[in-house]
């Protein structure tokens, strides 16, 4: 073995190898998750994770903090700022 390792591990004094490319995010509506393995997980948060953190949220009063306000029934003043489209 060459110095500075130990079978396939990297001794600390090498420097960090960096990626070839620069990773950038993507939108999320864009991604695509498939295989058996991510189906497990994705089945057990939709099934059991999210209904079990809604009811505790429920449960200690604090779902009624997370609702959104109703939506005004006059036209909103020209404050000169734009808010986002969604």
Known sequence: MGAGKQAGRVAASEPARRP???LSPVNFRDVTIT???W???L????????PSQH???ERNGIL????LPKPRTQ???NHGFA????
Do not use: H, M, N
Not at 64 to 67: F, G, H, I, N, P
């Open 20 to 22: 070839s490319r620069r």
């Open 35 to 37: 295989g058996a393995f």
């Open 39 to 41: 189906r497990e997980r």
């Open 43 to 50: 089945d057990t948060v939709l099934t059991r994770t999210i």
């Open 55 to 57: 009811e505790q949220l």
């Open 64 to 67: 009624e903090s997370l609702e």
């Open 75 to 77: 036209p909103a003043i």
């Open 83 to 86: 808010l986002p489209k969604c």
